[in-house]
């Protein structure tokens, strides 16, 4: 039987709290990520259709660093 830390049970509550009837999934971040990428670099503000997923990479670790990756390589071909 796996036991959870006191720090994971506060992280998956506050999960549960923060979760909304809109959310997606990470292949659903992948699926749009790029485009994302694209308004941030021209220093837009996405749409209100991105706010779902600006919100999922505040939320999720894993597909905030691939944004940060795709980020820093978008500037890169830039410079």
């Known amino acids: 039987m796996t036991v959870l830390s006191v720090e994971q049970i506060h992280t998956l509550m506050g999960l549960v709290v923060t979760t909304e009837p809109d959310q997606i ?25 991105m706010r779902v997923i600006r919100r999922h990479l505040e939320q999720c670790p894993c597909c905030k660093a691939e944004y940060r990756g795709l980020l820093d390589a978008l500037y890169e071909l830039q410079a």
């Open 25 to 49: 999934t990470c292949d659903d971040c992948f699926g749009q990520i790029g485009e994302f990428a694209e308004y941030t670099l021209a220093k837009h503000d996405p749409s209100e259709s």
